[in-house]
């Protein structure tokens, strides 16, 4: 399915980068139907030659759209969503990524007849392996749902949840790639410690977290029943693995997730 009419993308920084990038991959929008809307003048410039689209300073200069994007900070999407409102047609939909923002506070500074939508994505939607959920918010139809998850399902997964499992979400896919490139950085030194050269590690280390995410993804097991797969009786994996245990990463994990997902309802708060 391919996006109709002007795509306004509010913001081109690191989220709304990545997102464009994963739409014109797959080419649901031509690049002549999207506009960036970037203070930055050397970042709207880098994407207008990156990506081929329009780029403006200012939103006042954006033109109509039929969807826009608000890929700005949480704590400006309000005053945004209320300049942006007489610039979306009839029937269109705003589209806000902003963690902790709720889709109430975006709805109330547009006009009645354009829907919202509140979608939390991830930044490896640049190479088309997102993640990301999406909640209807007012005025959303099934027709205004299906245009979000056709330009988020070209940035990667896409999971429709409630909008009070947003924060959980944030926590988890939204800032979860930060915690993947810990890891994988992580797992380089380690090899580095080892004796390895820098690049080895870091590409075993990538390819590793990669390939086993995939095996997750691909083979419908369980995590551990795959875990059980690397553990030989008595061997090197079960050595680590104590280690890991003793440390806590489960707990380490969940209480970072529940951390970034308390951030996000703070933000809300604001
Ligand atoms: N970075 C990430 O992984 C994710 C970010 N988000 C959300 O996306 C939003 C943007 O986050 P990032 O891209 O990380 O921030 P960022 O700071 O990299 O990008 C924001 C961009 O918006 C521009 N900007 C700010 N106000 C503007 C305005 N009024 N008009 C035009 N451009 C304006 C800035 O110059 C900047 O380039 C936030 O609300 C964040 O919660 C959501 C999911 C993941
Ligand atoms: O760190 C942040 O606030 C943003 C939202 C989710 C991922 N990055």
Known sequence: MAIEGRL??????????????GLLAKAVIEPGRVVVVEKDAAKAA???ERFGVETRAELAAMGRVNVAILAI????????????????????????????????????????????????PNTPALIGRGATAICPGRGADAAAM???ATIFEAAGRVVVVAERQMEAVTGLSGSGPGYVYLIIEALADAGVRLGLDRPTALSLAAATVGGSAEMVMRSGQHPAALKDQVTSPGGTTMAGLAVLERAGLRGLLMDAVAAAAARGAELAGK
């Open 8 to 21: 306004g993308l509010v913001g081109g920084g690191n989220m709304g980068a990545a997102l464009l990038g």
């Open 46 to 48: 880098a994407l207008g």
């Open 73 to 120: 900070k949480p704590a400006d999407v309000a005053a945004c969503a209320k300049a942006l409102g007489p610039l979306v047609g009839e029937g269109g939909l705003v589209i806000s990524l902003a963690a902790g923002v709720s889709s109430q506070t975006v709805a109330a500074e547009l006009p009645p007849n354009l829907a919202v939508v509140r979608a939390m």
């Open 146 to 148: 299906q245009t979000a």
